[in-house]
Every structure is written in C-alpha cells, then in structure tokens.
C-alpha cells in the first residue's frame, strides 16, 4: 500500500489477556517507530527499529510490553497481562532512514480497550 | 526532564481569523522542530524545522523557530472549518527520538 497501515484498529480485551498490535511500514522504510496516546495527550515514545533492531526501546513502560520486526519490515507489538491503564491509541510511524531529520508517516493507529 | 509545552490547549475561532499557535521547549540535544495536524488518528506531517528565524510556509500555514528564546509558532491565516484539528509539535532529538507536546486543539465554526 502506499502509507503505513496498522491492525487491528480497534482491540477490545478483558484485563490480563496478551494482545499483539501489527504494523506495516511504507515499503523501503526502514526505520520504524511505535507510539502510545492516551486521550488528550500527544504521541508518547516507546521504541523504534532501525531494520530488524531495536534501536532504543527505552520508552517501553515495562517488561508487559515487547516488539518485534524480525525481517526489517512488519513489525508487532506485544503487551501481555494486559491493564486497563494500556488502554490508549497505539500509533506506528516509518522513515525512510531513522533521524531527527528525517518526517515520521504515521498509520491510522490501533485503539487498544481493555476492560 | 525533557519538555515541550504548547498553548493553548484548545481555541475556537470563526471562520476567516488568523491563529497563532504556541510551542515552547526544553530539551537537551536539540535537532529538529516539526509541526503535525491531527484529524482523526493519524498525525500528517506540516513543517520540519531546523534553523532559526527561516519561515516555512505552505498556502495558509506558516511556521518559524526561535532556537535563542526556545519556541516555535505556528499561524494559519483566513482559517477554515477543515482546519479544525489538533495541532501537534515534536522536538527531534538526539538518538533519533521526537518527544511531542500535549498538543492544541483548534476548532473553528462557520
């Protein structure tokens, strides 16, 4: 496709069930970003891969959460023993190369509810 | 602590106005200021700003970057009702992270 698509786009889950969220990137990117936002909030920073490597995940909140891109392109992010506190839109970005010079393209986000 | 304030949180403005959006910064290791909307989910990218006092400018929009005084603004002249949206400003910074603001939210009635 031409932008970032991401999936589900909406996820509703009971608290402690595991949920995976998935992200395609623009062909050719290969810098891939994963975000949370919780409403009225701005994007908030949880990890990015620059190919198949996680380049910083410091902005993981804890161990409950992981992801993947183990071919430099889809990526999955993975929260188990899901809270009602994750609940929040869960936004992907890609980049052509990652930089702070470089625009994110942002996907339409998975809204995760978790009752 | 890393922080990026904008303001206001929220406007409602008439149709045909003028509008100037705030964000202001503290960071360490400055690289980059860049300006979102927000319409549904999807952020979609305005302004990449990297140099002080250079204007970019796109049809009605337009943003500058005071990298002394640590802010950015961003105006919209003769605004619209597609305007409305949230406004989001992203610091880059070093190590390739964009911190963003909480964002402000426009609204503008015919």
């Known amino acids: 496709g031409a932008g970032v698509s991401q999936t589900p786009s909406n996820k509703v889950t009971e608290k402690g069930k595991y949920v995976e969220l998935r992200c395609d990137p623009i062909?050719?990117?290969?810098?891939l970003y994963w975000y949370r936002q919780s409403l009225g909030q701005g994007p908030e920073f949880l990890i990015y891969?620059?190919?198949?490597?996680?380049?910083?995940d410091s902005g993981l909140p804890n161990d409950r959460f992981f992801a993947v891109r183990p071919e430099g392109s889809v990526s999955t992010l993975k929260i188990q023993r899901t809270e009602r506190g994750d609940s929040a839109v869960y936004l992907c970005?890609?980049?052509?190369?990652?930089?702070?010079?470089?625009?994110?393209?942002f996907g339409p986000g998975t809204r995760l509810t978790v009752l | 602590e890393d922080k990026v304030v904008q303001s206001p949180l929220s406007l409602v403005v008439h149709e045909g106005d003028t509008v100037t959006l705030n964000c202001s910064y503290e960071?360490?290791?400055?690289?980059?200021l860049l300006w979102y909307k927000q319409e549904k989910k999807a952020p979609t990218f305005l302004f990449m700003l990297?140099?002080?006092?250079i204007e970019k400018k796109s049809g009605r929009l337009s943003s500058i970057l005071d990298k002394k005084e640590l802010f950015s603004i961003l105006n919209i002249t003769a605004t619209q009702t597609g305007d409305s949206a949230v406004y989001l400003c992203?610091?880059?910074?070093?190590?390739?992270?964009?911190?963003f603001g909480t964002g402000t939210s426009l609204t503008v009635i015919p």
């Open positions: 970005a890609s980049s052509p190369i990652a930089g702070s010079y470089n625009e994110q393209f």
């Open positions: 062909s050719g990117h290969t810098a």
């Open positions: 891969f620059q190919g198949t490597g996680a380049a910083d």
């Open positions: 960071v360490t290791n400055f690289r980059s």
């Open positions: 990297t140099s002080s006092g």
């Open positions: 992203a610091v880059g910074l070093n190590g390739n992270q964009f911190y």
